[in-house]
């Protein structure tokens, strides 16, 4: 039997993201509210794997709340450097500052003389009934780095990446357009066919 979620707490204080997780379950009627409105920690990433941050984030926010709750762990993992920053990817930022991570990341790549820049963004969502029931739906795409930072649109790394089948960056993409192969999306349709199709 599918879980009756009407409301459902994400355990981000990335307005990016939520707004992005909005937008993406806006069709379903369920009220979405950030950690961030209702006060609540930023839970430490201590696990070694995006599921199990994910899981972390959710099931700890859901216990402490009552209501079902989110957490979503993603990523970037570029080849050449070994699948760096990965898990990592947000405390890669200095400060959450990606316009520095991106130089850095950029300069990383050129240093390793490597004519690789294939990468895949990852994305393990966990959604927790705060009866004890945790719900994984993972998502991946796969693509490269752009030699240079393009577009104004997306958050984080989007910039940077141009995936498989584009010319252009996540940031140069439409919100719809992205929506629909990021990462994200597609953890989210497999979301939304489990939980509210």
Do not use: W
Not at 61 to 84: E, Q, T
Not at 122 to 140: H, I, M, N, R, S
Not at 173 to 185: A, D, T, V
């Amino acid at each position: 039997m599918k879980p009756v979620v009407s409301k459902i707490l994400v355990a981000s204080h990335n307005q990016g993201k939520i707004k992005e997780i909005r937008d993406m379950l806006a069709p379903f009627n369920v009220e979405v509210v950030s950690a961030d409105e209702l006060r609540m920690p930023d839970v430490p990433e201590t696990g070694h794997a995006f599921v199990e941050n994910a899981k972390l984030k959710a099931e700890t926010l859901a216990h402490m709340s009552g209501f079902f709750a989110l957490g979503d762990d993603s990523g970037l993992c570029v080849k050449c450097l070994g699948g760096k920053p990965g898990v990592l990817s947000a405390r890669y930022a200095p400060n959450r500052d990606f316009d520095k991570a991106m130089d850095m990341l950029l300069d990383e790549i050129k240093q390793t003389g490597s004519a690789d820049r294939s990468a895949y963004f990852e994305c393990v969502l966990a959604l927790a009934d705060p009866q004890g029931k945790t719900y994984v739906f993972e998502g991946k795409v796969e693509g490269k780095i752009a030699e240079k930072k393009a577009g104004k649109k997306g958050f984080g790394y989007d910039p940077i990446f141009v995936p498989d089948g584009f010319d252009k960056t996540f940031a140069e993409l439409g919100e719809e357009e992205k929506n629909k192969i990021s990462h994200r999306g597609r953890a989210f349709q497999k979301l939304i066919q489990e939980i509210f199709a």
